[in-house]
């Protein structure tokens, strides 16, 4: 992905975005479960991760728990098909349900003069197939419900892959019943193919070769999974909150303001300043690794295109009436930088530099991908159950014919092979379980290692 440094004017943004979110969804609480159903985009477990990871930095009081419930190839028929023996299961408080990308089909794109009836029965079925998860979600009065258009199919971006003319106007259609269901349930409601789309359009006038997917035009890489999760926690209100914030005046040795943290033990003056400084959040950390197979994308690259810095990631020290000397920043005795009286009387973002705290919150990102991990396996486990073993009438049988099934028939169907090791080892009860345990130990470390600590900042004149 080609992204272009040139910052966009925030006005811009925000009316190339109108279109996107037309329902509100609640911040998750502590206790929330939540359940991301959908196919492979969903499967690939980034965004919903991302998520995950912005409340383990931003509220480590307040531990909630989200759950991959994402398939392959799956369309709405075949969500509603395991609606039970896999989505529900996981006991949701809160569930999200996307599909659209594999209900509007592909090839059959490629025959143009019956494009018309396979966008008609493509929506009609996927429509049936919606109204069948729609009844069943109305039988859950506990449950809170989100709806979620599919990430965008990329006609336009000048890249080599195929392209299927007119299956961006077939998801148009069913991201239309998807937000009128929302509308009338009073469900929440996501739009991300607008959302992104208008981004990859902006951005291709200046790139053509620009996507937020990936070469195969349908599945989105580690940035355009970071622009998902983006969008989500703004629908979700949370754009504007920051880190933390502080405010001195070391002229008068006062501390002017401070949100979502504690400052004790100012000892300030014009020639140097120090201050206990307890954050109640982390900033959120940058990802420098492609994490989608064959697509190059790093959740990093997303920053070039989306402002999350200046919306999601503010931990703003502000020190007015220094002098004109610079001064060196550091927190517990480590240095972080050197700034100018007159920059830190503007505010520096602690939030970009290579604080103690932002090291913590690198940690807890490297936990979070090893939890991922490790549920991918179950993701692959139900795959071979929902897309393989269902068909032999061996849904959840884990016996040895069934293993032995699968590598018989994995010699032939690379996608069953592609996910053989995970299920032999997911099958057995004991190593399931021993795989559950690591999962749940990585959660409360990093329920542990989130939590505030304090700091001890010092400024000296140099």
């Not at 392959?72 to 996981?90: C, F, H, T, W």
């Not at 064959?294 to 070039?304: E, F, R, S, T």
């Not at 000397?325 to 290579?354: C, D, P, R």
């Not at 486990?381 to 028939?409: G, I, R």
Request: glycine share 6%.
């Amino acid at each position: 992905m080609k992204v272009t440094r040139k910052i966009v004017p925030g006005i811009l943004f925000c009316l190339s975005c109108l279109q996107a979110n037309s329902q509100s969804i609640r911040p998750f609480r502590a206790g929330d479960r939540i359940v991301f159903a959908g196919n492979s985009i969903t499967e690939a477990g980034l965004y919903e991760s991302y998520i995950w990871l912005y409340y383990m930095t931003r509220f480590p009081s307040e531990r909630i728990t989200v759950f991959n419930a994402g398939i392959g190839g799956d369309v709405a028929g075949q969500i509603y098909n395991r609606m039970d023996s896999d989505i529900l299961a996981k006991k949701p408080t809160v569930l999200a349900v996307t599909f659209g990308m594999n209900d509007s089909r592909y090839f059959e794109y490629n025959q143009k003069d019956k494009v018309a009836q396979v966008r008609e029965q493509a929506v009609s079925q996927s429509l049936n197939s919606f109204q069948k998860i729609e009844q069943r979600l109305k039988e859950l009065p506990g449950v809170e419900k989100i709806i979620m258009t599919s990430s965008p199919y990329d006609e336009s971006a000048r890249i080599k892959n195929e392209v299927f003319h007119g299956k961006v106007e077939t998801m148009e259609k069913i991201a239309a019943f998807q937000k009128a269901a929302a509308k009338k349930n009073h469900w929440g409601f996501l739009d991300w193919m607008h959302s992104m789309t208008a981004i990859n359009k902006r951005e291709q006038r200046k790139d053509s070769s620009f996507t937020l997917t990936g070469p195969d035009r349908i599945h989105p890489g580690a940035a355009g999974h970071f622009v998902m999760a983006y969008f989500f926690l703004k629908e979700q209100g949370l754009a504007g909150k920051p880190v933390a914030t502080v405010s001195i005046n070391a002229a008068k040795n006062e501390v002017l303001k401070t949100a979502n943290c504690k400052v004790s033990g100012l000892k300030a003056g014009k020639e140097s300043v120090e201050f206990n400084y307890t954050p109640y959040a982390l900033p959120f950390p940058s990802d420098t690794v492609p994490r989608v197979w064959m697509n190059y994308q790093k959740q990093v690259d997303a920053l070039k295109v989306i402002p999350f810095v200046k919306e999601f990631n503010q931990e703003v020290l502000t020190v007015k009436g220094l002098n004109g000397n610079n001064y060196t920043l550091a927190i517990n005795g480590e240095k972080v930088g050197q700034w100018s009286g007159a920059e830190l009387a503007a505010g520096i973002n602690l939030a970009e530099q290579n604080t103690p705290q932002r090291k913590i919150a690198q940690e807890i990102m490297e936990l979070n991908n090893k939890r991922r991990e490790l549920e991918s396996k179950f993701r692959s486990y139900y795959w071979v159950h929902y897309n393989f073993l269902q068909e032999k009438k061996m849904l959840f049988n884990n016996s040895d014919a069934a293993k032995d099934t699968v590598l018989k028939y994995g010699a032939e169907n690379g996608w069953l092979k592609m996910k053989t090791e995970d299920f032999e080892t997911v099958r057995v009860p004991a190593t399931r379980a021993a795989l559950q345990k690591q999962m749940d130990d990585i959660v409360d470390a990093i329920y542990q290692k989130n939590q505030p600590a304090q700091y001890h900042i010092t400024l000296t004149a140099n």
